[in-house]
């Protein structure tokens, strides 16, 4: 069903696996299928209930976190990432996501954080265009600039690298 491009039937089947064996790698599917189908909500759900039982589950606080970042739910993004970064101190993803999360609420602490995952990925360019973002919340416009210049010449631009620069500039 996955492979066919049926979200439905990769839904029921998903649904139907994770009853009858429930682990992080069957939650991780089926929350997936569930955003696929517009199921946000219900996805959310299985997964706040899944670490409100599984607290260090990795897996599910990565898929938890994500969709509350994409959602725009910093502060429910930043106590999943927390629990990532605690545990799993050299997860740069986790790091660069968390730092992302704390963009606009603790500056400070965003900008320790990315640039820690800079010292072990200096060129990275997500986490360099995180670092710019964090910059600029921060007030720091020339520098932020000049990130996000690096990050053009290390990857080109893209549409997210585009309109970063186009918020700073502003």
């Given at each position: 069903a996955l492979s066919l491009d049926d979200p439905e039937a990769a839904e029921r089947l998903l649904r139907r696996?994770?009853?009858?064996?429930?682990n992080s790698l069957s939650l991780f599917y089926l929350s997936s299928a569930l955003i696929r189908t517009r199921k946000v909500d219900e996805a959310l759900r299985l997964l706040d209930d899944w670490v409100a039982e599984y607290p260090e589950d990795g897996l599910a606080?990565?898929?938890?976190?994500?969709?509350?970042?994409?959602?725009?739910?910093?502060?429910?993004a930043v106590k999943a990432y927390e629990v990532l970064v605690e545990k799993y101190p050299d997860d740069l993803a986790s790091v660069n996501n968390l730092a992302w999360s704390l963009r606009e609420t603790d500056t400070p602490r965003a900008l320790t954080l990315v640039?820690?995952?800079l010292d072990k990925v200096p060129d990275s360019p997500a986490i360099l265009d995180t670092k710019a973002v964090v910059l600029m919340h921060a007030?720091?416009?020339?520098?932020?600039?000049?990130?996000?210049?690096r990050v053009v010449e290390i990857a080109g631009?893209?549409?997210?690298l585009?309109?970063?620069?186009?918020e700073v500039l502003a």
């Open positions: 696996a994770h009853q009858r064996q429930p606080l990565t898929q938890l976190g994500s969709l509350r970042a994409v959602r725009g739910e910093d502060a429910l640039n820690r995952a007030g720091e416009y020339d520098e932020a600039l000049a990130t996000l210049d631009t893209n549409l997210p585009a309109f970063h620069r186009a």
